[in-house]
């Protein structure tokens, strides 16, 4: 194909990720399909023109996304601070949550997953490798790797359209026991698609001593199997539960004047620690009879809310992981969550980072140790 002589720089993907053994990373990411996130800043009749919500989260074919990306090209809107309009980078909720872990954090991460041998493949390898990701579970497959158009429009608030339907993936019987053996957590996204998968995964999570968080994945994904999504959470294997305020309100069935605090008990009744985040409102959170809520952080400088749920999951999980009290783990949570939306796309960049740092610091919270 004429694709790989575009990109002469990049190496091939190797043909096997699987080498070495070191100590097991503190937290796994599930995601079975690389992904490569093509993220741009848009108007509202280009969204106007793309089916589906805007807002949400739909599932297109690679016709409908070249497509899209087509639109995006012939409707850039113009940059903000010397942005870059485009963004591509390795992208899904679980990669971006894990890349921060490991590159903001200080926390050890890896991925279990499947990638594809094309270039998407290669820049999905060589970002996550750069930000210290663990891909020995990263098994590379011949075929397509994932890709995604992020969609933002001048008020920072995204629209997603993935196209999985050609992508390699990661199969339920292709998990292995020493995938997960020693690690703490494993970070999970909800999708009806991957239901065997997911499953499979949380089973051998459990028994190798895991625990398991989980994000919502979309409003769409939660009104369109809600009932298999409460089947999941009566399993009682899911510790940690992330829903932003569209997935919560679609959770419990209420209408635009439902209450977050209702969604966060009904979660509260099947997990150890239930979020709730609402957007520039902050977040609700509860560890038993404690709850918490906690006000946004960097809200008034955001370019784009790509990531910031996803981030904000990346914070809260370096609290849990070093023992801190719920509250602390929200407040963490809001900076890096923060953090992510002062620039375009998913990943947080090195001045951002510092900006996070800064926060944490006035806020009295423990720093990451960034040693390595």
């Given at each position: 194909m004429g694709a790989e002589a575009e990109q002469?720089?990049?190496?091939?993907?190797?043909?096997?990720?699987?080498?070495?053994?070191?100590?097991?990373?503190?937290v796994l990411g599930l995601q079975l399909s690389a992904l490569i996130d093509h993220v741009a800043r848009v108007d509202w009749s280009v969204l106007d023109r793309i089916p589906g919500d805007r807002g949400g989260s739909q599932l297109v074919s690679i016709e409908e996304l070249n497509h899209i990306l087509a639109e995006v090209n012939a409707h850039i809107l113009p940059s903000r601070n010397d942005l870059s309009p485009i963004t591509t980078i390795a992208g899904g909720s679980v990669a971006n949550t894990i890349r921060g872990l490991s590159a903001g954090f200080g926390i050890s991460t890896g991925i279990i997953g499947?990638?594809?041998?094309?270039?998407?493949?290669?820049?999905?390898?060589?970002?996550?490798?750069?930000?210290?990701?663990?891909?020995?579970?990263?098994?590379?497959?011949?075929?397509?790797?994932?890709?995604?158009?992020?969609?933002?429009?001048?008020?920072?608030?995204?629209?997603?359209?993935?196209?999985?339907?050609?992508a390699v993936k990661l199969q339920a019987n292709e998990f292995r026991n020493e995938d997960f053996k020693g690690s703490k957590w494993l970070v999970v996204r909800y999708a009806q698609q991957n239901m065997e998968q997911i499953i499979e995964a949380i089973r051998i999570?459990?028994?190798?001593?895991?625990?398991?968080?989980?994000?919502?994945?979309?409003?769409?994904?939660?009104?369109?199997?809600?009932?298999?999504?409460?089947?999941?959470?009566?399993?009682?294997?899911?510790?940690?539960?992330?829903?932003?305020?569209?997935?919560?309100?679609?959770?419990?069935?209420?209408?635009?004047?439902?209450?977050?605090?209702?969604?966060?008990?009904?979660?509260?009744?099947?997990?150890?620690?239930?979020?709730?985040?609402?957007?520039?409102?902050?977040?609700?959170?509860?560890?038993?009879?404690?709850?918490?809520?906690?006000?946004?952080?960097?809200?008034?400088?955001?370019?784009?809310a790509t990531g910031a749920g996803d981030l904000f999951a990346s914070g809260f999980l370096y609290g849990l992981v070093k023992g801190l009290p719920l509250e602390e783990c929200c407040k963490v949570g809001a900076c890096s969550g923060g953090s992510v939306i002062r620039a375009l796309g998913?990943?947080?960049?090195?001045?951002?980072?510092?900006?996070?740092?800064?926060?944490?610091?006035?806020?009295?919270?423990?720093?990451?140790?960034?040693?390595?």
């Open positions: 002469p720089q990049l190496p091939p993907p190797p043909s096997s990720l699987r080498a070495g053994k070191e100590a097991a990373p503190a499947a990638c594809g041998d094309d270039n998407q493949g290669t820049l999905f390898v060589n970002n996550m490798s750069f930000s210290g990701v663990d891909l020995t579970r990263l098994r590379a497959k011949k075929g397509h790797t994932a890709q995604c158009a992020c969609l933002v429009d001048a008020s920072g608030n995204r629209t997603m359209r993935p196209c999985l339907s050609t999570a459990k028994q190798e001593g895991l625990s398991v968080s989980l994000d919502l994945a979309s409003f769409e994904m939660v009104r369109d199997s809600r009932s298999k999504l409460i089947a999941l959470l009566e399993t009682g294997n899911i510790d940690l539960c992330f829903a932003n305020e569209d997935e919560a309100r679609e959770l419990i069935g209420g209408g635009l004047a439902y209450d977050p605090e209702e969604a966060l008990a009904f979660l509260g009744k099947y997990c150890k620690w239930a979020v709730v985040t609402l957007a520039s409102k902050g977040c609700l959170a509860k560890h038993g009879k404690q709850v918490v809520h906690m006000p946004a952080v960097g809200e008034s400088n955001a370019v784009d998913g990943e947080v960049r090195p001045e951002n980072w510092q900006w996070m740092y800064k926060q944490m610091h006035a806020k009295g919270l423990l720093l990451p140790d960034l040693k390595n």
